[in-house]
Nanobody, 126 residues
C-alpha cells in the first residue's frame, strides 16, 4: 500500500502559477501510474492529468492542456503538477491518485486508481 500526501496549494491571482507536489511513502513509487484530479464545490471530481510509471507518457484534460505540466521524480517518490496561467475556474481541491501499473496506458478515470491523497486547496482569484 502507498500513502499519498499533496502539498503546494494556496491562493493565487488569475494568471499566476502554483506547483503541487504529491509525496508517496510505503512502496516503491516507480511502480505506480499517478494522476491528478480536482473537485470544485458542488461538482464531481474531474480528471486533470496523468503520468505513467516511468514518466515517459503523460496525458491531460483539454481544459488544462498547454497550461499544466505533470512530471515525476521517482528518486524522490514525488509527482508534480506545475500549473501556469491559472484561471478562476481552476479553483478546486486537487487530489493525487496512484495505481500499480507497468503499462504506458493513460489512466484518466477515477475508478482506475486505488490510492488517493487527502487533497490540497487551490483558489484562483479574479
Amino acid at each position: 500500500q502507498v500513502q499519498l500526501v499533496e502539498s503546494g496549494g494556496g491562493l493565487v491571482q488569475a494568471g499566476g502559477s502554483l506547483r503541487l507536489s504529491c509525496a508517496a511513502s510505503g512502496r516503491t513509487f516507480s511502480n505506480y501510474a499517478t494522476g491528478w484530479f480536482r473537485q470544485a464545490p458542488g461538482k464531481e471530481r474531474d480528471f486533470v492529468a496523468t503520468i505513467n510509471w516511468s514518466g515517459i507518457n503523460t496525458y491531460y484534460a483539454d481544459y488544462v492542456k498547454g497550461r499544466f505540466t505533470i512530471s515525476r521524480d521517482n528518486a524522490k517518490n514525488t509527482v508534480y503538477l506545475q500549473m501556469n496561467s491559472l484561471k478562476p475556474e481552476d479553483t478546486a481541491v486537487y487530489y493525487c491518485a496512484a495505481k500499480i501499473d507497468y503499462t504506458n496506458y493513460p489512466r484518466a478515470k477515477i475508478y482506475e486508481y486505488d490510492y488517493w491523497g487527502q487533497g490540497t486547496q487551490v483558489t484562483v482569484s479574479s
